[in-house]
């Protein structure tokens, strides 16, 4: 499914997010906790750290629904937002690569949960609206892509990619000596 190729209605959407959400966590639970904090790639990241990346920017469209800035729930500061995002991504895994295991986890599926319960009311029109219809408050240029390209980009489409990148970093990993 591509929103911008395509217009699928809310129960697509959910049924993709539901999909690749379910077999990143059937990936997960193939792991051990060692698997998931002591393989690193070359840029240091931890599966841990994958899954605080894919944390923070649910969280950026929980709140971004919510009419608040996106870099608030990554937690980023403002000046970073709307620039590199590979500089927005460090950000967000050096803020948390002391987060321990479980907390990672658990934040993880709560963020998930907490986006969930705020795309269930949606109507196919919500999905549908432009991006700015959600931000009233702020200035500058209108955005006019549908919210359901945000929202598909940083679940289904997200999860699949980092789905990739774990099962990668697991198979070639050598873990850390700690």
Avoid: C
């Avoid at 997010?17 to 639970?29: E, R, V």
């Avoid at 070359?42 to 990346?53: E, F, N, R, T, Y």
């Avoid at 996106?70 to 995002?85: A, N, P, T």
């Amino acid at each position: 499914m591509n929103p911008t190729e395509m217009r699928p209605g809310k129960a697509e959407l959910l049924s993709e997010i539901d999909q690749t959400w379910t077999k990143l966590n059937d990936a997960l639970d193939r792991l051990t906790p060692e698997q998931m904090t002591q393989i690193r790639d070359p840029q240091g990241w931890s599966v841990k750290d994958h899954l605080a990346h894919l944390a923070a920017w649910e969280r950026s469209v929980a709140v971004f629904l919510q009419g608040k800035p996106r870099y608030v729930g990554l937690g980023v500061d403002k000046e970073l937002w709307g620039g590199d995002e590979d500089v927005i991504n460090a950000a967000i895994q050096a803020k948390h690569k002391d987060m321990p295991l479980a907390e990672a986890l658990a934040d993880f599926r709560y963020v998930h949960s907490q986006l969930m319960n705020l795309i269930e009311p949606m109507s196919d029109s919500d999905l549908y609206k432009a991006n700015s219809d959600y931000q009233p408050h702020t200035s500058g240029e209108r955005d006019e892509r549908p919210v359901i390209g945000m929202i598909y980009g940083n679940t289904a489409d997200h999860f699949r990619e980092h789905q990739e990148w774990i099962e990668s970093l697991v198979s070639q990993g050598h873990m850390e000596d700690i």
